[in-house]
């Protein structure tokens, strides 16, 4: 089993609304990028969110500056942990990133959305006490979360309200 560890977050000072995976998969890892398997929904999910709908085809670089222009940053739960491939439920040993420490520095954070149901797990327990920003549990942009697009759209749409405040 290898260590893996989570990329550095991407947020500025605006950020409203900081979505939150748990730690990236194999195919993430490699490209050293979020949400690199060909099949995640992550971008077509995070560009409804933002009003971007062409999110998907943008260069990489591209994308995270386009989140950011709109608000949404990006992070992980999960510091680093044991795992084998790239499933959640293989995750083992795990550390924490520092999320209380990251959002104090997002004085305009309103929201944070949990991708997936370990992201939320983990998440939650850390920003316990933290006041005055909504949790959102959302359905796993995976494409092991068998979830149709439409459904899971429906619920990552309900993030928008952090983004309008």
Same mark, same amino acid.
């Given at each position: 089993?290898?260590? =893996?560890?989570?990329?550095?977050?991407?947020?500025?000072?605006?950020? =409203?609304?900081?979505?939150?995976?748990?730690?990236?998969?194999?195919? +993430?890892?490699?490209?050293?990028?979020?949400?690199?398997?060909?099949?995640?929904?992550?971008? =077509?999910?995070a560009g409804t969110v933002?009003?971007l709908a062409d999110l998907?085809?943008?260069?990489?670089?591209?994308?995270?500056?386009?989140?950011?222009?709109? &608000?949404? &940053?990006?992070?992980?739960?999960?510091?680093?942990?044991?795992?084998? &491939?790239?499933?959640?439920?293989?995750?083992?040993?795990?550390?924490?990133?520092?999320?209380?420490?990251?959002?104090? @520095?997002?004085?305009?954070?309103?929201?944070?959305?949990?991708?997936? &149901?370990?992201?939320?797990?983990?998440g939650r327990k850390l920003?316990?006490?933290?006041?005055?920003?909504?949790?959102?549990?959302?359905? +796993? +942009?995976?494409?092991?979360? @068998?979830?149709?697009?439409?459904? =899971? @759209?429906?619920?990552?749409?309900?993030?928008?309200?952090?983004?309008?405040?």
């Open positions: 089993m290898t260590r =893996k560890a989570s990329f550095p977050p991407v947020v500025r000072a605006d950020t =409203k609304l900081l979505l939150l995976g748990s730690l990236p998969g194999e195919a +993430s890892l490699r490209a050293d990028r979020y949400y690199a398997h060909p099949q995640n929904q992550f971008w =077509k999910l933002a009003g998907p085809g943008r260069p990489y670089q591209d994308r995270l500056a386009s989140l950011l222009d709109a &608000g949404i &940053g990006l992070w992980d739960v999960v510091s680093d942990a044991l795992r084998c &491939g790239s499933l959640d439920a293989a995750i083992r040993d795990h550390r924490t990133n520092d999320l209380v420490a990251l959002i104090e @520095t997002l004085p305009e954070l309103r929201g944070v959305g949990f991708n997936g &149901g370990t992201a939320a797990r983990i920003l316990e006490g933290v006041a005055e920003i909504r949790l959102f549990d959302l359905p +796993s +942009s995976s494409p092991a979360y @068998t979830l149709a697009l439409a459904a =899971k @759209t429906e619920r990552w749409s309900t993030m928008r309200v952090c983004l309008q405040q």
